[in-house]
Protein backbone atom coordinates (compact mmCIF):
# COMPACT_ATOMS: atom_id res chain seq x y z
CA UNK A 1 0.00 0.00 0.00
CA UNK A 2 1.42 3.33 -1.06
CA UNK A 3 1.11 5.88 0.96
CA UNK A 4 -1.10 9.28 -0.25
CA UNK A 5 -0.73 12.77 0.75
CA UNK A 6 -3.75 15.62 0.83
CA UNK A 7 -3.52 19.37 1.01
CA UNK A 8 -4.78 21.11 3.43
CA UNK A 9 -7.74 23.25 2.07
CA UNK A 10 -8.74 26.50 4.23
CA UNK A 11 -12.80 27.32 5.07
CA UNK A 12 -12.10 29.45 2.08
CA UNK A 13 -11.08 26.38 -0.12
CA UNK A 14 -7.78 27.89 -0.89
CA UNK A 15 -5.31 24.85 -1.57
CA UNK A 16 -2.11 26.28 0.41
CA UNK A 17 0.31 24.24 -0.78
CA UNK A 18 -1.00 24.21 -4.62
CA UNK A 19 -0.89 27.87 -4.10
CA UNK A 20 2.75 28.04 -2.72
CA UNK A 21 4.07 25.07 -5.38
CA UNK A 22 2.46 27.80 -8.42
CA UNK A 23 3.84 30.71 -7.45
CA UNK A 24 6.41 30.16 -5.07
CA UNK A 25 8.50 26.97 -6.46
CA UNK A 26 10.67 27.72 -9.68
CA UNK A 27 9.59 24.71 -12.53
CA UNK A 28 12.89 22.75 -11.24
CA UNK A 29 11.78 22.80 -7.85
CA UNK A 30 8.32 21.85 -8.99
CA UNK A 31 9.38 18.98 -10.22
CA UNK A 32 11.90 18.21 -7.36
CA UNK A 33 9.27 18.02 -5.22
CA UNK A 34 6.84 15.81 -7.05
CA UNK A 35 9.44 13.32 -7.52
CA UNK A 36 9.96 13.55 -3.79
CA UNK A 37 6.43 12.58 -3.06
CA UNK A 38 6.96 10.14 -5.60
CA UNK A 39 9.99 8.35 -4.48
CA UNK A 40 8.60 9.03 -1.01
CA UNK A 41 5.05 7.07 -1.04
CA UNK A 42 6.57 4.04 -2.34
CA UNK A 43 8.38 3.85 1.37
CA UNK A 44 7.36 1.51 4.14
CA UNK A 45 9.04 3.67 6.87
CA UNK A 46 8.32 7.62 6.53
CA UNK A 47 11.28 8.23 9.01
CA UNK A 48 13.50 6.72 5.84
CA UNK A 49 12.36 9.18 3.40
CA UNK A 50 14.39 11.59 1.66
CA UNK A 51 13.72 14.87 2.92
CA UNK A 52 12.44 13.59 6.34
CA UNK A 53 13.95 16.52 8.76
CA UNK A 54 11.41 15.10 11.93
CA UNK A 55 9.81 17.65 14.18
CA UNK A 56 11.39 21.49 13.91
CA UNK A 57 11.92 22.55 17.46
CA UNK A 58 9.19 24.45 19.44
CA UNK A 59 5.65 24.29 19.98
CA UNK A 60 5.13 22.96 16.06
CA UNK A 61 6.00 19.68 17.73
CA UNK A 62 2.74 19.54 20.45
CA UNK A 63 0.80 19.37 17.38
CA UNK A 64 2.98 16.68 15.76
CA UNK A 65 3.87 18.86 13.03
CA UNK A 66 7.00 17.24 11.07
CA UNK A 67 8.91 18.75 8.12
CA UNK A 68 9.85 17.67 4.35
CA UNK A 69 12.95 19.46 3.49
CA UNK A 70 14.92 20.26 -0.15
CA UNK A 71 16.85 22.76 -1.96
CA UNK A 72 15.88 24.04 -4.92
CA UNK A 73 16.42 28.12 -6.45
CA UNK A 74 19.24 28.11 -4.26
CA UNK A 75 16.50 28.14 -0.91
CA UNK A 76 16.52 25.42 1.59
CA UNK A 77 12.55 24.56 0.89
CA UNK A 78 10.12 23.42 4.09
CA UNK A 79 6.86 21.66 3.83
CA UNK A 80 4.75 21.06 7.26
CA UNK A 81 3.31 17.83 7.69
CA UNK A 82 1.02 16.24 9.56
CA UNK A 83 -0.24 12.42 9.56
CA UNK A 84 -3.84 12.10 8.33
CA UNK A 85 -6.97 10.35 10.09
CA UNK A 86 -6.16 7.14 7.21
CA UNK A 87 -3.48 4.96 7.22
CA UNK A 88 -0.50 6.27 5.88
CA UNK A 89 -1.67 9.04 4.82
CA UNK A 90 0.02 12.57 4.96
CA UNK A 91 -1.49 15.97 5.30
CA UNK A 92 0.48 18.72 3.48
CA UNK A 93 -0.50 21.67 5.50
CA UNK A 94 2.04 24.42 3.82
CA UNK A 95 5.38 25.36 2.04
CA UNK A 96 7.71 27.50 3.12
CA UNK A 97 11.77 28.25 3.23
CA UNK A 98 14.36 28.35 6.22
CA UNK A 99 17.63 29.90 6.66
CA UNK A 100 19.43 29.58 9.30
CA UNK A 101 16.76 29.47 12.56
CA UNK A 102 14.63 31.94 10.52
CA UNK A 103 11.34 30.39 8.54
CA UNK A 104 9.69 33.14 5.51
CA UNK A 105 7.35 33.56 5.90
CA UNK A 106 7.63 34.15 9.35
CA UNK A 107 4.75 33.15 10.75
CA UNK A 108 4.98 29.73 8.81
CA UNK A 109 5.14 27.53 12.21
CA UNK A 110 2.36 29.50 13.93
CA UNK A 111 0.21 29.39 10.88
CA UNK A 112 1.04 25.75 10.28
CA UNK A 113 -0.20 24.86 14.15
CA UNK A 114 -3.73 27.18 12.99
CA UNK A 115 -4.04 24.48 10.29
CA UNK A 116 -4.17 21.65 12.41
CA UNK A 117 -6.57 23.31 14.92
CA UNK A 118 -8.53 24.16 12.29
CA UNK A 119 -8.60 20.70 11.25
CA UNK A 120 -9.10 19.32 14.54
CA UNK A 121 -12.14 21.51 14.83
CA UNK A 122 -13.24 20.71 11.53
CA UNK A 123 -13.36 24.40 10.10
CA UNK A 124 -11.32 22.74 7.16
CA UNK A 125 -10.43 19.91 5.19
CA UNK A 126 -8.01 18.13 2.79
CA UNK A 127 -7.94 17.10 -0.49
CA UNK A 128 -5.76 14.33 -2.69
CA UNK A 129 -2.90 15.43 -4.05
CA UNK A 130 -2.00 13.39 -7.12
CA UNK A 131 0.98 12.17 -7.81
CA UNK A 132 2.04 12.30 -10.98
CA UNK A 133 3.55 9.19 -12.65
CA UNK A 134 5.10 10.94 -16.25
CA UNK A 135 4.78 7.90 -18.41
CA UNK B 1 3.82 20.28 -15.25
CA UNK B 2 0.79 17.55 -15.18
CA UNK B 3 -0.21 16.83 -18.38
CA UNK B 4 1.72 14.16 -20.19
CA UNK B 5 1.62 16.05 -23.83
CA UNK B 6 2.46 19.01 -22.19
CA UNK B 7 5.39 17.48 -20.25
CA UNK B 8 6.61 15.94 -23.83
CA UNK B 9 6.06 18.73 -25.59
CA UNK B 10 8.09 21.18 -23.03
CA UNK B 11 10.89 18.02 -23.05
CA UNK B 12 11.25 17.35 -26.66
CA UNK B 13 11.24 21.87 -27.11
CA UNK B 14 13.64 23.13 -24.56
CA UNK B 15 17.05 21.67 -23.01
CA UNK B 16 16.62 23.79 -20.22
CA UNK B 17 13.69 22.06 -19.07
CA UNK B 18 15.74 18.87 -19.76
CA UNK B 19 17.95 19.89 -17.61
CA UNK B 20 15.67 20.45 -15.28
CA UNK B 21 14.15 17.11 -15.51
CA UNK B 22 16.80 15.38 -15.21
CA UNK B 23 18.38 17.07 -12.39
CA UNK B 24 14.80 16.89 -10.17
CA UNK B 25 15.04 13.36 -11.08
CA UNK B 26 18.28 12.39 -9.93
CA UNK B 27 18.08 14.98 -6.75
CA UNK B 28 16.03 12.39 -5.35
CA UNK B 29 16.91 9.00 -6.72
CA UNK B 30 20.65 9.60 -5.99
CA UNK B 31 20.20 10.50 -2.17
CA UNK B 32 17.42 7.94 -2.00
CA UNK B 33 19.60 5.22 -3.00
CA UNK B 34 22.90 6.34 -0.86
CA UNK B 35 20.16 6.59 2.19
CA UNK B 36 18.84 3.26 1.46
CA UNK B 37 21.72 1.62 1.66
CA UNK B 38 23.53 3.32 4.69
CA UNK B 39 20.44 2.35 6.62
CA UNK B 40 20.40 -1.55 5.30
CA UNK B 41 24.60 -1.50 5.95
CA UNK B 42 23.59 -0.53 8.89
CA UNK B 43 25.77 2.73 8.82
CA UNK B 44 25.12 6.21 10.42
CA UNK B 45 26.05 8.94 8.87
CA UNK B 46 29.46 9.94 10.85
CA UNK B 47 30.33 6.54 9.75
CA UNK B 48 29.83 6.63 6.39
CA UNK B 49 31.44 10.26 6.65
CA UNK B 50 34.67 8.43 7.91
CA UNK B 51 34.20 5.67 5.25
CA UNK B 52 34.10 8.28 2.34
CA UNK B 53 36.51 11.10 4.11
CA UNK B 54 33.83 13.39 4.65
CA UNK B 55 32.27 15.20 7.22
CA UNK B 56 29.49 13.95 8.61
CA UNK B 57 27.19 17.37 7.70
CA UNK B 58 28.47 16.55 3.98
CA UNK B 59 26.77 13.30 3.85
CA UNK B 60 23.33 14.72 5.58
CA UNK B 61 23.75 17.03 2.79
CA UNK B 62 24.32 14.55 -0.10
CA UNK B 63 21.19 12.58 1.36
CA UNK B 64 18.74 15.87 1.15
CA UNK B 65 17.45 16.14 -2.32
CA UNK B 66 18.82 18.93 -4.16
CA UNK B 67 21.30 19.98 -1.38
CA UNK B 68 24.47 18.47 -2.84
CA UNK B 69 25.97 19.10 -6.28
CA UNK B 70 26.90 16.27 -6.52
CA UNK B 71 29.79 15.35 -9.14
CA UNK B 72 30.64 11.92 -10.08
CA UNK B 73 34.05 11.73 -7.58
CA UNK B 74 31.07 12.15 -5.20
CA UNK B 75 29.40 9.10 -5.94
CA UNK B 76 32.42 7.11 -6.43
CA UNK B 77 33.77 7.92 -3.09
CA UNK B 78 29.90 7.09 -1.70
CA UNK B 79 30.34 4.23 -3.85
CA UNK B 80 33.03 3.11 -2.72
CA UNK B 81 32.52 3.52 1.37
CA UNK B 82 29.31 1.97 0.64
CA UNK B 83 31.56 -1.47 -0.93
CA UNK B 84 28.95 -1.04 -4.46
CA UNK B 85 30.25 -0.50 -7.74
CA UNK B 86 28.45 2.79 -9.96
CA UNK B 87 27.33 2.55 -13.23
CA UNK B 88 26.66 6.09 -15.21
CA UNK B 89 25.19 5.43 -18.02
CA UNK B 90 23.32 7.84 -20.81
CA UNK B 91 19.85 6.23 -21.41
CA UNK B 92 16.78 6.74 -23.15
CA UNK B 93 14.28 9.24 -21.78
CA UNK B 94 12.38 6.22 -20.98
CA UNK B 95 14.57 4.07 -19.76
CA UNK B 96 14.87 6.77 -17.00
CA UNK B 97 11.71 7.06 -16.43
CA UNK B 98 11.15 3.07 -15.95
CA UNK B 99 14.13 3.09 -13.56
CA UNK B 100 12.43 5.84 -11.46
CA UNK B 101 9.13 4.36 -11.65
CA UNK B 102 10.52 0.63 -10.63
CA UNK B 103 12.39 2.27 -8.14
CA UNK B 104 11.54 1.51 -4.29
CA UNK B 105 13.65 2.40 -1.26
CA UNK B 106 12.45 -0.67 0.28
CA UNK B 107 13.36 -2.86 -2.65
CA UNK B 108 16.67 -1.53 -3.23
CA UNK B 109 19.28 -4.00 -2.24
CA UNK B 110 22.88 -4.89 -3.47
CA UNK B 111 25.20 -7.03 -2.23
CA UNK B 112 28.49 -5.93 -0.62
CA UNK B 113 31.58 -6.47 -2.82
CA UNK B 114 32.49 -9.01 -0.26
CA UNK B 115 28.79 -11.08 -0.98
CA UNK B 116 29.15 -10.03 -4.42
CA UNK B 117 29.50 -13.78 -5.91
CA UNK B 118 28.63 -13.15 -9.37
CA UNK B 119 31.88 -10.81 -9.12
CA UNK B 120 34.21 -12.75 -6.48
CA UNK B 121 33.26 -16.25 -8.49
CA UNK B 122 32.00 -15.15 -11.73
CA UNK B 123 32.06 -19.33 -12.55
CA UNK B 124 29.86 -20.53 -9.85
CA UNK B 125 26.32 -21.06 -10.41
CA UNK B 126 24.51 -17.94 -10.24
CA UNK B 127 21.48 -16.96 -7.80
CA UNK B 128 17.81 -17.47 -10.09
CA UNK B 129 16.87 -15.09 -12.08
CA UNK B 130 14.16 -14.13 -9.24
CA UNK B 131 16.29 -12.87 -7.30
CA UNK B 132 18.18 -11.09 -9.80
CA UNK B 133 15.17 -9.54 -10.61
CA UNK B 134 14.27 -8.71 -7.68
CA UNK B 135 16.94 -6.50 -7.01
CA UNK B 136 15.61 -2.79 -7.81
CA UNK B 137 17.64 -0.94 -10.51
CA UNK B 138 19.17 -3.97 -12.22
CA UNK B 139 15.86 -4.78 -13.09
CA UNK B 140 15.75 -1.98 -16.66
CA UNK B 141 19.16 -3.03 -17.12
CA UNK B 142 18.43 -6.81 -17.14
CA UNK B 143 16.06 -6.05 -19.60
CA UNK B 144 18.34 -4.01 -21.54
CA UNK B 145 20.64 -6.54 -22.02
CA UNK B 146 17.87 -8.99 -22.55
CA UNK B 147 16.88 -7.37 -25.63
CA UNK B 148 20.96 -6.62 -27.04
CA UNK B 149 21.29 -9.06 -29.92
CA UNK B 150 23.49 -12.03 -29.39
CA UNK B 151 27.52 -10.97 -30.57
CA UNK B 152 30.20 -13.80 -30.93
CA UNK B 153 32.43 -12.75 -27.74
CA UNK B 154 35.42 -13.96 -30.51
CA UNK B 155 34.57 -10.39 -32.41
CA UNK B 156 35.93 -9.01 -29.09
CA UNK B 157 39.96 -8.37 -28.69
CA UNK B 158 39.50 -7.90 -25.19
CA UNK B 159 38.10 -10.70 -22.40
CA UNK B 160 35.73 -9.04 -20.10
CA UNK B 161 34.43 -10.84 -16.45
CA UNK B 162 30.71 -11.48 -16.91
CA UNK B 163 29.64 -9.03 -14.39
CA UNK B 164 26.08 -10.27 -15.68
CA UNK B 165 23.92 -12.10 -14.74
CA UNK B 166 24.71 -10.73 -11.28
CA UNK B 167 24.07 -13.43 -8.30
CA UNK B 168 24.26 -13.75 -4.61
CA UNK B 169 21.48 -10.99 -4.52
CA UNK B 170 19.19 -12.18 -1.72
CA UNK B 171 20.24 -14.98 0.52
CA UNK B 172 21.17 -12.95 3.67
CA UNK B 173 19.74 -9.16 3.16
CA UNK B 174 17.36 -8.14 5.15
CA UNK B 175 15.01 -4.93 4.85
CA UNK B 176 15.36 -1.62 6.00
CA UNK B 177 12.58 -2.92 7.98
CA UNK B 178 14.70 -4.78 10.31
CA UNK B 179 17.42 -2.42 11.66
CA UNK B 180 17.13 -0.37 14.70
CA UNK B 181 15.89 3.11 12.85
CA UNK B 182 16.47 5.34 15.30
CA UNK B 183 19.50 4.40 16.08
CA UNK B 184 20.80 4.94 12.42
CA UNK B 185 19.12 8.20 11.10
Known amino acids: ?135 | MKDRSALISKLISSRKFRESYIRAKLSVLIPSQIRALRLKWPMTQPELGHEAEMKQSRISAIERPGSANLNVDTLIRMAAALRVGLKVELVPFSEMLRWENNFSQDQFKLPKIEEDTAFISPDEPTADEDNVHSRQGAVVYAVVRAKQPQVDPKQFTFTQTPLWPAAGLAESEQGIEGLPRQQYR
Open chain 1, 1 to 135: MLWTFADFLSASGIDVVETWYGEELSEEAQLLFDNILKDNQKTEDHRNWVGYRGFPKGEAKKYRIWEIGFKADDRQYRVFCIFGGNRKQVILLLGCYHKGRIYTPADAIDTAIRYVKALNNREATIHERPICIDF
